[in-house]
């Protein structure tokens, strides 16, 4: 049984001031088989630890460095996020690869270094609405995920949970249809399977992202395929991330 993921990425946003207002006004009651996450900027996870860790509440990163320390002026580390408490790391965000041009085999090697310090990738995929329009989501996201797999063990493979993020549904206010996410969930399991086997396919965690709000949430984890939500800009208020973990 695949155990469903109710993720927030914070972005760029809430000074730690405001991240400690935040906790203290979110409160929810412990669901069973549901996890929640926050993914809040770097300089908000320790406050997120202290309100977090004594809840069965999770935190997590938005990127890290696929190196464990050394040179590398301004990056973060696995080992120092696993430090941190960390359980989950986002991975190629579409906002990284597209402003900060991270490649797909940069993306790979973030996915690695995450597994090899016990936490758990998000790897996030996904196409933009000219690729889309081109009939070239199959092969954008096909070849996202099999490169960041592409070094991984069947066993390792079967731990990372991939978020479908249409670019054109990000911060738009227009999801994708749940029927469509979950033609792409169905088309992500496919690819995990040639790439990984059958094993891991079965156990690889899919999440939607891309304008989830209280509303459409349910409806997308309706979908048989799809274990979760990856969740921006309704992440931020927490009346509503209250609503949509207790509807997960
Ligand atoms: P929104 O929920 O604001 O559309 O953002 C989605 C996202 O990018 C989560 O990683």
Redesign the pocket.
């Given at each position: 049984m695949r155990k469903t993921l109710i993720?927030g990425?914070w972005?760029m946003n809430f000074t730690v001031t405001e991240a400690e207002s935040f906790f203290k006004s979110f409160k929810i009651q412990k669901k069973e088989g549901v996890e929640l996450l926050f993914c809040p900027p770097f300089t908000d996870i320790p406050i997120t630890r202290f309100f977090l860790e004594r809840s069965s509440i999770l935190w997590g990163a938005q990127n890290v460095y696929p190196e464990d320390n050394g040179a590398f002026t301004g990056e973060i580390s696995a080992p120092m996020l696993k430090d941190l408490g960390c359980s989950y790391v986002?991975c190629g965000?579409?906002?990284r690869r597209q402003i900060l041009g991270e490649s797909d085999e940069l993306v790979a090697r973030k996915v690695k270094a995450v597994l090899s310090h016990d936490m758990i990738p998000i790897l996030?995929v996904g196409e933009t609405g000219e690729e889309r329009k081109e009939g070239q989501t199959e092969e954008r996201i096909g070849s996202e995920i099999r490169t960041a797999l592409f070094e991984l063990s069947k066993e390792e493979a079967a731990k990372v949970v991939i978020?479908y993020?249409p670019i054109w549904?990000?911060?738009?206010?227009k999801?994708a249809t749940p029927e469509g996410a979950e033609e792409i969930a169905v088309f992500i399991r496919k690819t995990v399977k040639e790439t990984a086997g059958k094993k891991a396919s079965e156990e690889v965690r899919i999440l939607y992202?891309?304008?989830?709000?209280g509303d459409n949430m349910s409806h997308f984890l309706k979908q048989k395929d799809i274990d979760g939500a990856?969740?921006?800009?309704?992440?931020l208020k927490p009346e509503t991330m209250i609503d949509i973990y207790s509807k997960a």
């Open positions: 993720a990425n972005k986002i965000h579409s906002e996030c978020a993020e549904a990000i911060g738009s206010g999801a992202g891309g304008s989830v709000n990856l969740i921006g800009g309704a992440s």
